[in-house]
T-cell receptor, first 112, second 114 residues
Framework: DVKVTQSSRYLVKRTGEKVFLECVQD?????MFWYRQDPGLGLRLIYF???????EKGDIPEGYSVSREKKERFSLILESASTNQTSMYLC???????????FGPGTRLTVT | GQQLNQSPQSMFIQEGEDVSMNCTSS?????WLWYKQDPGEGPVLLIA?????ELTSNGRLTAQFGITRKDSFLNISASIPSDVGIYFC??????????????FGTGTLLAVQP
């Protein structure tokens, strides 16, 4: 079974803090994705990566950056957290040439 | 970003009833996926569809890839309380190019009364 893990289930940070969200997958997938999920807005793609050190902007990249130094790990960085970044963050992975994305359990981030 | 139209937005049913929901798009899709999300958890893949007209089952769940390639349907038979959650459709258009990006539906919230 594909397993995608996220470093924290719940996180509370203060405005202005730098925040790191980590995601690890164990199925040797090439593609990894970061989404945020908000009531009424559904899943929105922040960034994705199709290879180590490669990244592409999704629909809402502003205020975020990502890092993929190893194939199994994809990090989402909030350079200076703001209250409007309070959300559920979901990481997913998929194999090369495959479109089935497998999600982690999510990190509920609250910025106060 | 584009979102798929999913209906109904919510359903409140009695245990044992059958459930139907659908997803529509203005674009032609070559892949349809259905996910279920429990409260506070990440979405879990239920069914994947790759060909127009394809009908695939997973236990009490059956999904179909519409023949127009612009829609998909999910049916749940004989619902049980653990079917509660949000059901999402997702898909990839024929214009998706080389990327593996998906477009997601707005979700259907299912509540089952025991």
């Amino acid at each position: 079974d594909v397993k995608v893990t996220q470093s924290s289930r719940y996180l509370v940070k203060r405005t202005g803090e730098k925040v790191f969200l980590e995601c690890v997958q164990d199925m040797d997938h090439e593609n990894m994705f970061w989404y945020r999920q908000d009531p009424g807005l559904g899943l929105r793609l922040i960034y994705f990566s199709y290879d180590v050190k490669m990244k592409e902007k999704g629909d809402i990249p502003e205020g975020y950056s990502v890092s993929r130094e190893k194939k199994e790990r994809f990090s989402l960085i909030l350079e200076s957290a703001s209250t409007n970044q309070t959300s559920m963050y979901l990481c997913a992975s998929s194999p090369a040439g495959g479109f089935e994305q497998y999600f982690g359990p999510g990190t509920r981030l609250t910025v106060t | 970003g584009q979102q798929l139209n999913q209906s109904p937005q919510s359903m409140f049913i009695q245990e044992g009833e059958d459930v139907s929901m659908n997803c529509t798009s203005s674009s032609i899709f070559n892949t349809w996926l259905w996910y279920k999300q429990d409260p506070g958890e990440g979405p879990v893949l239920l069914i994947a569809l790759y060909k127009a007209g394809e009908l695939t089952s997973n236990g009490r769940l059956t999904a179909q890839f519409g023949i127009t390639r612009k829609d998909s349907f999910l049916n749940i038979s004989a619902s049980i309380p653990s079917d509660v959650g949000i059901y999402f459709c997702a898909g990839r258009t024929i214009y998706g190019g080389a990327t593996n990006k998906l477009i997601f539906g707005t979700g259907t919230l299912l509540a089952v009364q025991p």
